[in-house]
């Protein structure tokens, strides 16, 4: 997801959303533009379509098929354990498979299921409901009321979009008030930003600039007016880090994820937006300038545990060796270092959450407490 509100060319400082859906918006309407240009007859493409032809793009690129790739696993090494990734992910959001750390973003794993970033019409009508607060807050300087809008607007964003953010959002309410603050908290340091919100305007312009050619439903931007705007956005992405990093804000990540990792998962949705709207050649170079290529190794059969998740009961598939993992399922961050304990009311087996002592046990809802040593 976008950390940052209109990082991406977003808006003139009257809408709320954050980076992303701003960009499938200004893509959308570029395209609109394009047809009364042309006054060809074709009808606008809605966001799914465009978001699949982003995937389509991407297996071109990477000569992968969507089932191909579920064979395939992230070249990844914890920056927290060093374990290599072995097991494969079903999110975006991988994993360590020893420690449970979060140690990469894997931007196709993202393309496979674009849609989740868009909240839809329940959340627009509250960025609608929202903008003439954050208006005169933006006008009054007043950070706290912009920070409290940004809260609401994120937390909702977070509720209806659950597969565009880590799933540890989903059942872990400290977790999930942590990443609303956090994302609340870079857009209001964005928005109170003098030079973010210069490069901010100098985006858009350069949006606006951008000129189209070539027919539906391969409408692509032409290269010499995308290119400018890119290096605009990369400045403002640098810029907003370094002003995060000075602040604090990068080492509120809930997730403690270094700030490369952080800044890669920002550029993924920047990239995501527009890849449907460039030329084969731009996308190939836009992927490789931003590290998101990514190298993938085939997924080798490997010996591990089978493990019950305390938060939801699902089958995990646990290293051996590990001590912690995520279950990408329900997000609970398992214990996989100490041996499963039946339930005391209905026998079943689980795995507790790391650092909990008791958990409502996932097949009977009864407490269940873990064994004394
Ligand atoms: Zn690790
Ligand atoms: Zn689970
Ligand atoms: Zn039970």
Not at 58 to 64: D, K, R, V
Not at 149 to 155: G, K, M
Not at 283 to 310: A, F, N, Q, V, W
Not at 319 to 342: A, L
Request: glycine share 6%; proline share 5%.
């Amino acid at each position: 997801m976008s950390i940052f509100k209109k990082i991406f060319g977003g808006g003139d400082g009257k809408e709320n959303d954050p980076g992303l859906m701003d960009i499938i918006k200004q893509a959308k309407e570029m395209q609109a533009a394009f047809q009364d240009q042309t006054k060809q007859d074709w009808s606008q493409m809605s966001n799914s379509e465009m978001m699949a032809a982003a995937t389509q793009n991407i297996e071109m690129l990477t000569g992968q098929k969507a089932e191909a790739r579920t064979a395939f696993v992230k070249k990844t090494t914890c920056h927290t354990c060093g374990g290599a990734k072995t097991l494969p992910t079903k999110t975006a959001y991988v994993y360590c498979d020893f420690c449970g750390s979060l140690t990469d973003y894997d931007f196709q794993k993202a393309c496979e299921n674009p849609q989740s970033a868009m909240p839809g019409p329940a959340y627009e009508e509250l960025v609608r409901q929202t903008n003439a607060d954050a208006q005169l807050a933006r006008q009054t300087k007043d950070r706290d009321k912009f920070f409290a809008i940004q809260e609401r607007l994120y937390d909702r964003w977070v509720e209806l979009c659950p597969n565009a953010v880590s799933p540890r959002a989903k059942k872990d309410p400290e977790y999930r008030a942590q990443l609303v603050k956090y994302m609340a908290t870079s857009a209001t340091v964005n928005e109170f930003d003098a030079q973010y919100q210069e490069l901010a305007a100098k985006v858009n312009e350069q949006v606006r600039g951008i000129q189209w050619e070539g027919m539906f439903p391969r409408v692509t931007a032409k290269s010499e007016t995308f290119w400018p705007m890119f290096d605009t956005v990369i400045a403002q992405l640098d810029h907003s880090f370094a002003v995060l990093k000075d602040q604090g804000v990068i080492d509120m990540h809930p997730d403690q994820a270094p700030q490369s990792l952080q800044r890669r998962m920002a550029i993924s949705m920047f990239c995501q937006g527009w890849l449907p709207t460039l030329q084969e050649a731009d996308s190939e170079k836009m992927i490789e300038k931003t590290g998101l290529k990514g190298e993938y190794s085939k997924l080798e059969p490997t010996e591990t545990d089978l493990r019950h998740c305390g938060g939801c009961g699902g089958d995990l598939n646990a290293m051996k060796g590990g001590k912690k993992m995520v279950c990408e399922d329900c997000g609970t961050v398992v214990d996989i270092e100490h041996p499963e304990v039946n339930c005391i009311n209905c026998a079943g087996l689980i795995s507790f959450p790391a650092g909990k002592n008791r958990v409502q046990c996932p097949y009977c809802l009864a407490e269940a407490q873990r064994q004394a040593w």
